[in-house]
């Protein structure tokens, strides 16, 4: 019988698994078959450990024990490949699960392997946002049912009030949404009772109330000061009626009957007044009533030409 051509690696021990020390002499060609567990892959193992990087420097210290090459030699003089289940779950893969097309090399499948984990990421994150979208669509729908319930109990609460004062709500009369958006500006509200609110009401929409231009806004104060009788605002506008006299006329209400008297009999040759038989003292004009009557009949006079003054553009008042 012809001897067997000797392998290049001349004696695999295996010590592992439930194999101690069993030592396998290998040929050219061998071929091992058995039941799972026999040996098998940790054969194919043994053999893949010795490979080594290409250009790798030669280290016998390096070698694995295990595997022995013939006399002379080590595993950096070849090229060791190995076929097996491990090389395929690394190096060949089917893409996207499509039959008869596969990815092959181990950077393709690490590529693939992080491109799936990457999808599967992002499935995660689309799931997450839908997720969010549908909350943020269940609040909006909140926000508006609320919205439409504070509207109605605005305008149905109300209903009373507003119909009892037609005339505060121009321009939101007909128009809930308004309506509630004003209510809804309010920062506090205050409590009036519907006495007061009526009054109030009387007053500020009085079909028969007058209305009152605005006070004109000066421009140049300077030119006042050239207005005939512009000192009357410098004079407080109380009586100067505060004497005894005075006091003593208003009590007994005969204001009117002393300025007729005056008026009537001022000049009669004695001098005398026939209310009282007396001559008038010099500062009578000042002390009495009328002092105050003739002091705004003044002013009132005064007054009027400073506003037609002002009307006629003879000073700047924009």
Known sequence: MNEKQPSAIEKITLSEATYHGCDVMPTFINFFFGNNGVGKTTIARLIKSCRKSP???????????????????????????????????????????????????EHNITTQNEIAEDKKKKKEIDDSIAALKEKVTANNAAVQTAENDFKNNCWNNSKNIREAFPFTQEGFRKDKKKFANKIFEQDAAERHSIEELQNLYNTAFDPNA?????????????????????????????????????????????????????????DTPEHKRPYCQQTLPNDFEEKSPLASMNSIGLMFGNWSFFSKAIKTQQIPYF
Not at 60 to 86: K, W
């Open 55 to 105: 250009n790798a420097p030669s280290d016998p210290s390096a070698e694995n024990p295990n595997v022995a090459f013939s006399q002379g030699r080590t595993s950096a003089d070849y090229n060791i490949l190995v076929y097996n289940q491990d090389f395929i779950d690394a190096n060949i893969q089917r893409y996207n699960e499509l039959p008869g097309v596969f990815t092959m090399n």
């Open 210 to 266: 007058r209305t009152y231009p605005l006070l004109y806004v000066p421009k140049n104060c300077d030119a006042f000061d050239t207005i005939p009788g512009i000192e009357l605002l410098n004079t407080p506008i109380n009586s100067t009626a505060d004497t005894d006299f005075g006091r003593f006329i208003k009590a007994v209400n005969s204001a009117d009957w002393v300025r007729q008297g005056h008026l009537a009999f001022g």
